[in-house]
């Protein structure tokens, strides 16, 4: 069976869709929670919806209605991650030349300030800014690709630009230090 989609679907101003790249800590998030709500959650939420349904008027019983919307939620979520997994390309090896800044990539930089902070690159699918995650497809992350040690840019925000300087990369999947700010 082949897959239909709409005219122009996924392909924006600037071609076909991107490659979807996770680090395999990443791909096993999002895989957990999948199983989580496919072999837990839904399971439970089914349950306390069929004790609802049981308890008789359905039109003005919240258990049901809350516990039918929480599936309907519960489903959409579980789609998402079936499809997204089956997208994404887990990113796993090292690159060749590690001098470099390349997805996976911890980068630590200076700003103008003073001050250090240590991010790792990751797709858009694991991303989170309090643990020094940051997105390859965010302002920062796109400047730091391809950057070698040493490097300076400038990074334009909302209250001004700001620079950088890139004092350090390495590869590996744990961060040894936390952030200084």
């Known amino acids: 069976m082949e897959a239909r989609r709409r005219p122009g679907a996924g392909a924006g101003p600037k071609g076909p869709p ?3 790249y996770i680090t395999p800590d990443g791909f096993q998030t999002l895989e957990d929670e999948l199983q989580q709500l496919w072999r837990v959650e839904r399971p439970r939420v089914t349950r306390e919806v069929t004790e609802a349904a049981a ?5 003005e019983n919240a258990e049901y209605i809350y516990g039918k919307k929480r599936l309907r939620e519960i489903d959409r979520r579980i789609r998402f991650l079936s499809k997204r997994l089956d997208e994404v390309t887990v990113v796993g090896a090292d690159p060749p030349d590690q001098d470099r800044v390349f997805f996976g990539a911890w980068v630590q930089v ?15 699918d694991e991303f989170d800014v309090a643990a020094a995650r940051i997105s390859m497809d965010s302002p920062l992350g796109k400047a730091l690709l391809g950057c070698r040690e040493g490097d300076e ?9 700001i620079s950088y300087t890139v004092v350090g ?3 590996g999947d744990r961060r040894p230090q936390s952030p200084r700010s």
Do not use: A, W
């Not at 200076?110 to 858009?124: A, I, K, Q, S, T």
């Open 55 to 59: 308890q008789g008027d359905r039109s």
């Open 18 to 20: 991107q490659k979807r």
């Open 153 to 161: 840019f400038v990074l334009q925000r909302p209250k001004g630009p």
């Open 110 to 124: 200076e700003d103008e300030n003073g001050r250090e902070f240590e991010y790792r690159v990751v797709g858009p």
């Open 169 to 171: 990369i390495r590869y």
